[in-house]
């Protein structure tokens, strides 16, 4: 089967959601965020600490394309559709699944999260709206997440795969 790559803001579950969606699967569950981490031996806030953004997006582009194209499920980092090389890989290699929540959403679910440097250091609902039309221009599929569980959104991500005989055969 084609690898499914899930996008989607930060907070809207991509993480929790791929490790559930794998097991479903029994695939392997990846996480670029994580890889990038381990391979920089660095975390996230600290990278955009001492490299800045840029360097960030040049790590995850680097990650992305040594990232399985079959049988895994993928949790990218939010922002991995800010570069349109990334949204064409994502677009023309694997199944992309945009995890859509509300803003209101994930306000609440975020909070004041120091691991997330973007959603600390610009305007909130501006960087949400601006990646909006991305998500939507990259997906496949997309799947609204507000007021579900994690184990109700993988399974209906599940569902979807499995009726889907194109992402299935890896067409």
């Known amino acids: ?18 490790q559930l969606l794998a097991e479903k699967l029994m695939v392997q569950g990846l996480d670029t965020d994580r890889e990038i981490e381990q391979k920089a031996r660095q975390t996230i806030p ?5 490299q800045g953004e840029a360097a960030f997006r040049e790590q995850e582009t680097a990650i992305l ?5 079959s049988d895994a499920v993928i949790a990218t980092g ?3 559709v800010e570069s349109s090389w990334n949204r064409n890989w994502l677009k023309e290699n694997v199944y992309v699944v945009y995890l859509h929540a509300s803003f209101e959403e994930i306000d609440r679910r975020l909070g004041v999260d120091p691991s997330r440097p973007l959603w ?3 305007d909130k609902s501006a960087l949400y709206e601006h990646r909006l039309e991305k ?4 997906a496949h599929s997309i799947v ?4 579900k ?11 979807l795969i499995i009726n889907n005989k194109t992402v299935m055969l890896g067409i």
């Open 1 to 18: 089967m084609k690898a499914v790559y899930l996008i989607g803001f930060m907070g809207s579950g991509k993480t929790s959601i791929s």
């Open 46 to 50: 600290e990278i955009f600490e001492q």
């Open 65 to 69: 394309t040594n990232m399985p194209v």
């Open 78 to 80: 939010g922002g991995i």
């Open 120 to 122: 600390n250091k610009h």
């Open 135 to 138: 998500y939507r221009q990259t």
């Open 144 to 147: 609204k997440t507000d007021g």
């Open 149 to 159: 569980s994690p184990e109700q959104v993988a399974e209906e991500i599940y569902q």
